[in-house]
């Protein structure tokens, strides 16, 4: 059977890739990502394989980012929210100027990224403490995200197990 493909730069799409799109004007950044997907079946359920390439100049096979989702869509935010982490963990000296500085990166250990979060509660006694409570809002929502995607990967291994009985 043939599975179904996808190539689409996700201009109109808001969320991550558009995220994605503006970070990489920020950084002054040549290209766009391209988001490449391929329909496959996962035991009985069709799912997605998106894979982003992004050209960058210094790297001549470029980068790529992958994710795996039942919707197209779906696996498009979640390969841009992993090429974006790779852009701020590669790119940190514009990452520390830019609207992206509270990004987590690859690597959530990084003494680096551990100093930046740990200096937020004091970001909140400034004048405008928006920006503190915004980056802390998303890093708790990001946080959250991970620890649902883990236990959907642990729920779908037990439901896998559970039929093959």
Not at 59 to 75: I, L, M, N, Q
Not at 96 to 111: A, C, G, I, L
Request: positive net charge.
């Amino acid at each position: 059977m043939e599975s179904a493909r996808c190539v689409s730069y996700c201009e109109e799409e808001g969320g991550f890739p558009m995220l994605l799109r503006e970070t990489l004007q920020w950084f002054k950044l040549a290209g766009r990502p391209k988001y490449r997907g391929r329909m496959f079946l996962d035991g009985e359920e069709h799912k997605w394989l998106v894979g982003i390439h992004l050209e960058v100049t210094h790297d001549p096979k470029g980068w790529w980012s992958t994710a795996v989702a039942y919707e197209f869509r779906d696996a498009c935010h979640m390969a841009a929210r992993e090429m974006l982490r790779v852009l701020s963990s590669t790119y940190r000296s514009l990452s520390r100027t830019s609207p992206m500085m509270f990004f987590p990166p690859v690597n959530k250990n990084t003494p680096r990224w551990v100093q930046r979060v740990s200096d937020l509660p004091r970001m909140k006694t400034a004048e405008d403490p928006t920006v503190a409570y915004l980056a802390l809002y998303l890093h708790a929502l990001d946080d959250e995200h991970d620890k649902l995607t883990l236990l959907y990967r642990k729920l779908e291994a037990r439901y896998r197990a559970s039929e093959s009985l």
